[in-house]
């Protein structure tokens, strides 16, 4: 059975840039969720998404934006990056048990 | 108080010896616990979950859960250098309707062989 995808796994981006990351749950699963990692603030919530429905959000500005397609397939978007926007962003596929399965994310530069 | 609170370490062990990993949280009603395991580089790996108060046990790995205390911890009996990684403890809330993973920051655990 295959893991969770994320697409791309690195990225640099610019000040001012957007960017949108890209995740493909675990078969079958409907749910996906997104976190931001960082050092100091380690793994925080951004938002969840099932059935192509944004189910819970973290505190995050509104630059932050995800969506869910009827494959499952879910992108998150960040608008007007900001230096602190450099982080490691993971997206966790999840059951019908409420696990929660970890794709090997995408890290973000922003120079 | 932070939702979910984790001594961040370094513990450090012997090769063979028992590694206690401890874990507290504020919400009462939270009813789900997990434990991940993150090498350095890698994304967090679910090795444990418990839901009801007592001990569950898979393997060398034991999870704990005292909902009185708000309590929930990881022991890792007979500890290989190669369970060198940082433990995160994840307790569910709800809020809203919904519920999400509230994340501690972690114990960085080190084996020495």
């Known amino acids: 059975k295959a893991g969770v995808t994320q697409t791309p796994r690195y990225l640099i981006k610019t000040r001012g840039q957007q960017v949108t990351l890209s995740c493909s749950p675990i078969?079958?699963?409907?749910?996906v969720s997104w976190y931001q990692q960082t050092p100091g603030q380690g793994l925080q919530f951004l938002f969840e998404?099932?059935?192509?429905?944004?189910?819970n959000k973290g505190n995050f500005p509104g630059r932050f934006s995800g969506r869910q397609f009827s494959n499952s397939r879910s992108e998150m978007n960040v608008s007007t990056l900001e230096l602190g926007d450099s982080a490691l962003y993971l997206c966790a596929s999840i059951n019908s048990a409420r696990e929660q399965f970890f794709g090997p994310g995408t890290r973000l530069t922003v120079l | 108080q932070k939702e979910v609170e984790q001594n961040s370490g370094p513990l450090s062990v012997p090769e063979g010896a028992i590694a206690s990993l401890n874990c507290t949280y504020s919400d009462r009603g939270s009813q789900s616990f997990f434990w991940y395991r993150q090498y350095s580089g890698k994304s967090p790996e679910l090795i444990m979950f418990?839901?009801s108060n007592g001990d569950k046990e898979d393997g060398r790995f034991t999870a704990q859960l005292n909902k009185a205390s708000q309590y929930v911890s990881l022991l890792i009996r007979d500890s290989q250098p190669s369970d060198s990684a940082t433990y995160l403890c994840?307790?569910?809330?709800w809020g809203g309707g919904s519920e999400k993973l509230v994340f501690g920051k972690g114990t960085k655990l080190t084996v020495n062989p």
């Open positions: 998404y099932f059935s192509e429905t944004q189910r």
């Open positions: 078969s079958g699963h409907r749910s």
């Open positions: 994840a307790v569910n809330k």
């Open positions: 418990i839901y």
